[in-house]
């Protein structure tokens, strides 16, 4: 394509120019691999997709975000810029796996990096979403191999907060808001739950499966996912009857909890004093 017909998608906004010597169909503009793409050109090699960048490309919605990150080694001069955040660190060839083309971290050595240096609440998210629906023994080898890579970090920062994160973390969650309700009740000092935690017949028949439980004082925290309306309600309503039947109390969170968890904690806090005394 000619200087001239790019200046004329860009005038027209057929093209976009997401970095300074990158041009990409407009269309394309929310496609992230067309966005990591331009990236690593607009940067040039040596460098990986790393960070949230990288745990998205492999499949964790939790990490998605629009900015774009990469790794490049110490010795290169290159500067972040609006939408482009460029991290340093030393990698080597097995390092680096390639996904639709693209030069992006392990799934291993991202999840490590995100854990040390990544937002908290959704490196935590990202952790259980990649665990989930793995067969016990996968689970362990990609503990053991998140863990390894924790430990093997050129810089300490953010390693105790890293391991914290992944001894907590199960792979049961059913979404990102599920695991990070769970960080939320940890921190606040509450015992760690256990997660999908199920409640059975006598004769064995799952009867419910419960989000967050604990179930020697049968008391139940459930995250509600879906959009408010009257039918979902009355039939969590039923649901909550029918276990309080059975002697658990249940303590429901939204969306709106995540931001501010006051009222879910207060609840929670309430209820375990009243069936510890």
């Known amino acids: 394509m000619g200087r001239r017909a790019v200046l004329e998608g860009l005038a027209t906004g057929v093209l976009a120019q997401p970095w300074r010597g990158v041009v990409i ?7 992230l691999a067309t ?30 975000e629009p900015a774009v990150h990469l790794t490049v080694p110490y010795a290169r001069r290159v500067e972040s810029r609006p939408g482009l955040v460029v991290h340093r660190a030393e990698f080597t060839e097995s ?22 240096d990544g937002d908290k609440r959704t490196a935590f998210a990202a952790l259980d979403e990649a665990m989930r629906g793995l067969a016990a023994d996968h689970c ?65 028949r799952k009867l419910y499966v419960l989000d967050m439980a604990w179930p020697a004082l049968r008391i139940a925290l459930e995250y509600d996912g879906f959009a408010a309306h009257e039918e979902r309600r009355e039939h969590d309503a039923e649901r909550d009857q ?7 109390v249940t303590i429901r969170a939204a969306a ?19 069936r510890a005394a």
Not at 189 to 194: R, S, Y
Not at 242 to 248: I, N, P
């Open 256 to 274: 709106a909890d995540l931001r501010d968890p006051s009222r879910v904690l207060a609840e929670l806090r309430s209820h375990f004093e009243r």
């Open 95 to 116: 390092d680096v796996i390639e996904i639709e083309g693209l030069a992006v971290f392990s799934l291993d050595l991202a999840l490590a990096d995100f854990l040390c």
């Open 25 to 31: 169909h407009a269309a394309d503009a929310l496609n």
């Open 242 to 248: 029918r276990l309080a039947g059975r002697g658990w």
């Open 140 to 204: 362990l080898k990609l503990r053991e191999n998140v863990r390894d890579r924790i430990l093997d970090r050129r810089s300490r920062r953010g390693i105790h907060r890293a391991q914290m994160l992944l001894a907590l973390a199960t792979g049961k969650a059913e979404s990102p808001p599920e695991s990070i309700l769970r960080l939320i009740v940890v921190e606040a000092g509450l015992p760690v739950p256990e997660a999908q935690y199920e409640i059975t017949a006598i004769d064995g």
């Open 35 to 64: 966005r990591a793409q331009a990236a690593l050109i607009a940067v040039g090699p040596p460098a990986v997709l790393s960070g949230a960048t990288s745990l998205a490309l492999h499949g964790i919605s939790a990490a998605e």
